[in-house]
């Protein structure tokens, strides 16, 4: 696609539910990073992906959060027994090759509500 | 601890004038890149300008231009002919280079409205 696609783009769930985040990337971009923005907030890492494995997972909170991207594209973040907490627009971002020299395109997130 | 801190949570400027977003860093590491991204409405972050730290000469894209002070690590960025549409969150990030990562760190954000 032309830029990072993120589905859906808003979501609302229920304490302690299951939710899944997608991003497409854009095509040929072999870096692909997760970010959390909570509210008043600038964006906080979570993960960052070079194609199928993760490179650097040091962001993730805790145990009930978990991203993949089986086939060095598109990615999925999950997340486990949701809590209030976590409601926050969640950021999907990828670039070329990755490194720093190559500029890094966000998508426009998914907004998670937990209510 | 690697910290960013935009002391300006908000900023307003008249159409056509210029402006000044504050940004400062804490880093133990003389290798890096910063950042400053866009972020309006619609929640995508947008690319502003980026400045390596090695290069003493101050980065500029068309009306955006930064003055980076390694030593005092300071960061700020100045809007000049400031237009409607600059209206949006500004934030200030840094990614430290070295180690198998890319991941930015980001300050708070400075939300800049532009006045007709």
């Known amino acids: 696609g032309a830029g990072v696609s993120q589905t859906p783009s808003n979501k609302v769930t229920e304490k302690g539910k299951y939710v899944e985040l997608r991003c497409d990337p854009i095509?040929?971009?072999?870096?692909l990073y997760w970010y959390r923005q909570s509210l008043g907030q600038g964006p906080e890492f979570l993960i960052y992906?070079?194609?199928?494995?993760?490179?650097?997972d040091s962001g993730l909170p805790n145990d009930r959060f978990f991203a993949v991207r089986p086939e060095g594209s598109v990615s999925t973040l999950k997340i486990q027994r949701t809590e209030r907490g976590d409601s926050a627009v969640y950021l999907c971002?990828?670039?070329?090759?990755?490194?720093?020299?190559?500029?890094?395109?966000f998508g426009q997130g998914t907004r998670l509500t937990v209510v | 601890a690697q910290t960013v801190t935009q002391s300006q949570p908000e900023m307003s400027v008249q159409e056509a004038e210029t402006v000044t977003l504050s940004c400062t860093y804490d880093?133990?590491?003389?290798?890096?890149?910063l950042f400053w991204y866009k972020q309006p409405p619609s929640r995508q972050m947008i690319l502003v300008i980026r400045?390596?730290?090695?290069?003493?000469q101050n980065a500029t894209e068309n009306r955006f231009s930064v003055n980076f002070q390694k030593a005092a690590k300071s960061f700020s960025l100045k809007i000049s002919d400031s237009q409607l549409g600059d209206t949006a969150m500004y934030f200030c990030?840094?990614?430290?280079?070295?180690?198998?990562?890319?991941?930015?760190?980001f300050g708070t954000g400075t939300r800049l409205q532009v006045f007709p």
């Open positions: 971002a990828s670039s070329l090759l990755g490194g720093m020299n190559t500029e890094a395109f």
């Open positions: 095509s040929g971009h072999t870096a």
């Open positions: 992906f070079q194609g199928t494995g993760a490179a650097d």
């Open positions: 880093t133990s590491e003389s290798n890096y890149y």
């Open positions: 400045q390596e730290a090695y290069k003493q």
């Open positions: 990030a840094f990614c430290p280079l070295g180690y198998n990562t890319d991941k930015l760190i």
